[in-house]
C-alpha cells in the first residue's frame, strides 16, 4: 500500500490526526495493534481543554461532546479540612469539559468510513524502516500475512511502549524522565458524583481525587504505594478510603456503588527530544508523559496532533517544509509547560515517602499562598485550562 502519512496508533492522538489530514485531502492510513473494543475498554482521561474541543469542533464530530459534555467553571484543592476553589472561568474566561477520553475516541472512530479514515485493527509486529529517508515505510502483519505501506512521513501516535520512539537511535535524542513513588487506584462506578465541581486532595493518609464522567457515573481516585495490588483493594475499602481523604463535606456527599472499573496506573514525568527525526514524527504519548495530576495527558497529545497537522498539511498541501522543521520545537514549547504544571501540582500534592516536616510546611504555605492570591490562583487556572496553542 502506498499513502502519503503511515499513521501507527488509533488512540486519541492518531485518529485526532487522521481526521484531520483527511479533511484536507491528505492521504494517510492508521495502523492499530488492538482492536477497536479493546480501545474502548480502556478507561483514561476525563477532562478536555478548549484545544481538544477546538479540534472536535473544526472537524465537526462535536455534537455529542457539546450534548453531554459537563463544562467545569472551577476546581477545588482540598488539605485536611478546608477546600480553596480555583474559579478558572473568573480568572480566566475559560473553561474545560468533562468528557471521557472512551467517549472522544468513540466520535472519532465512528466517523472513520463517513470520513473516509482507513483504520487496519489488529495490525500486529508494525515495524518502522528508513525513517531518515524521504521514502519511509511501515511493515506489519494481518491475519498471519506480511504487509508493507510506503509513505512520505510516519507519524508515530502509539504510546509510551509503541515502536516509534524506539526507532529513534539513541544519540539522536534525549530523554528526560521523573518516576514517582506511587500510582493512582482509580474506581469508576454508576453513581451520582459526590461535587459538581473536581475536588484534588492533600490528607495526611495520602491523595485523593473526586472526578466524575457525567451526571451519573463517578470516578475517583486514591494514590497507593507502588507495592499495591488490585486485589488488596475491595470497592468498600476504596470507598473508606476516599471518604477520610477527601474530607467531611465531601465524604457527606459521596454515593457508594459497585465499581465497574478498577486498575492502578504508575505515575511518571517523561519526555523524549526533539519530537521528530528526520521523516518520522511523534506525537502524545509517544514522546511524553505526565502525571495525572493536572489532566494534561489527553490535551498535550491534542496539542501536538493541531501542530502536526500544520506541518503536514503545509507540506502536502502548500509545498512548505518549513513547517515540518519547526514541529518539534513548537510541540516541545507546549509540552514543557505542561510538564511543569503537572510535576508541581503532583509536588504540592502527594505526601512523597522522602519528604520530613519541612517539606510538609513548604506544603502548608503553598496552599495558604493559593488560598489567600489571586495572582496564585490565577498562575494555575490558566495552567489548568491549557495554554494557548
Ligand atoms: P494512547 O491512548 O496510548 O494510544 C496509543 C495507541 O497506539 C496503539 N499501539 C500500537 N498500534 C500499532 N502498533 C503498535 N506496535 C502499537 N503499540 C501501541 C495502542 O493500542 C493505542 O491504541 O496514546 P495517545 O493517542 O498519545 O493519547 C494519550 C492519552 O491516551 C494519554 O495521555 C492519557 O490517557 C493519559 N492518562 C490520563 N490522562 C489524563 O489527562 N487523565 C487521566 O486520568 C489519565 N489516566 C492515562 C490514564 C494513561 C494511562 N496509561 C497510558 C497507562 C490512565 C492510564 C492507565
Ligand atoms: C479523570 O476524571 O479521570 C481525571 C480528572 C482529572 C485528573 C485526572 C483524571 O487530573
Redesign the pocket.
Known amino acids: 500500500m502506498n499513502t502519503q502519512v503511515c499513521i501507527?496508533?488509533?488512540?486519541?492522538?492518531?485518529?485526532?490526526l487522521g481526521h484531520l489530514l483527511r479533511a484536507e485531502g491528505v492521504d494517510c492510513v492508521v495502523?492499530?495493534?488492538?482492536s477497536p473494543d479493546?480501545?474502548l475498554g480502556?478507561?483514561?482521561?476525563?477532562?478536555l481543554e478548549q484545544v481538544t474541543v477546538t479540534l472536535m469542533e473544526r472537524l465537526g464530530l462535536d455534537a455529542r461532546l457539546k450534548a453531554e459534555g459537563l463544562v467545569e467553571e472551577g476546581f477545588n484543592l482540598a488539605d485536611g479540612e478546608r477546600l480553596v476553589r480555583i474559579p478558572l472561568t473568573e480568572l480566566t474566561g475559560k473553561n474545560v469539559v468533562v468528557y471521557g477520553?472512551t467517549e472522544l475516541?468513540r466520535d472519532l472512530m465512528e466517523a472513520r468510513e463517513e470520513r473516509g479514515l482507513e483504520v487496519i485493527y489488529g495490525?500486529?509486529?508494525?515495524?518502522l524502516h528508513d525513517v531518515e529517508t524521504d521514502a519511509p515505510y511501515v511493515t506489519?502483519r494481518k491475519d498471519g500475512a506480511e504487509r508493507r505501506v510506503d509513505c512520505r512521513f510516519v507519524a508515530g501516535?502509539?504510546?509510551?511502549?509503541?515502536?516509534?520512539r524506539q526507532a529513534i537511535p539513541i544519540d539522536a535524542g534525549q530523554e528526560y524522565e521523573r518516576v514517582y513513588p506511587f500510582g493512582?487506584l482509580?474506581i469508576l462506578a454508576d453513581v451520582p458524583p459526590c461535587s459538581s465541581e473536581l475536588i484534588y486532595a492533600n490528607h495526611e493518609r495520602g491523595f485523593a481525587l473526586a472526578?466524575m464522567r457525567s451526571a451519573t457515573r463517578s470516578?475517583y481516585?486514591i494514590d497507593v504505594p507502588l507495592t499495591e495490588r488490585v486485589e488488596d483493594w475491595p470497592d468498600e475499602r476504596i470507598w473508606d478510603e476516599l471518604a477520610i481523604r477527601l474530607g467531611p463535606e465531601a465524604a457527606a456527599n459521596i454515593t457508594r456503588g459497585p465499581s465497574i472499573e478498577k486498575?492502578i496506573?504508575?505515575l511518571r514525568s517523561y519526555v523524549f527530544a526533539p519530537m521528530r527525526h528526520e521523516s518520522l514524527l511523534l506525537?502524545?504519548?509517544?514522546?511524553h508523559?505526565?502525571p495525572?495530576t493536572?489532566?494534561?495527558?489527553?490535551?498535550?497529545?491534542a496539542s501536538?496532533v493541531h501542530y502536526a497537522a500544520e506541518a503536514l498539511i503545509g507540506f502536502f498541501c502548500k509545498n512548505s517544509a518549513d513547517a515540518i522543521a519547526h514541529y518539534s520545537d513548537k510541540a516541545l514549547a507546549r509540552v514543557w509547560k505542561a510538564e511543569r504544571f503537572s510535576w508541581s501540582l503532583t509536588r504540592l500534592m502527594h505526601r512523597f515517602p522522602e519528604d520530613g516536616p519541612f517539606e510538609r510546611m513548604m506544603q502548608v504555605a503553598e496552599l495558604d499562598y493559593i488560598a489567600s492570591s489571586r495572582a496564585a490562583q490565577t498562575a494555575i487556572a490558566e495552567n489548568y485550562v491549557g495554554l494557548p496553542v
Open positions: 501507527i496508533g488509533a488512540g486519541p492522538a492518531g485518529l485526532l495502523l492499530e495493534r488492538r479493546y480501545v480502556r478507561i483514561r482521561a476525563g477532562v477520553q475516541t495490525a500486529e509486529d508494525a515495524a506489519y501516535c502509539d504510546g509510551f511502549h509503541g515502536p516509534s493512582w482509580g472526578s470516578r481516585y486498575s496506573a504508575p506525537c502524545g504519548d509517544a514522546a508523559i505526565v495525572p493536572g489532566a494534561k495527558g489527553l490535551n498535550l497529545a501536538d
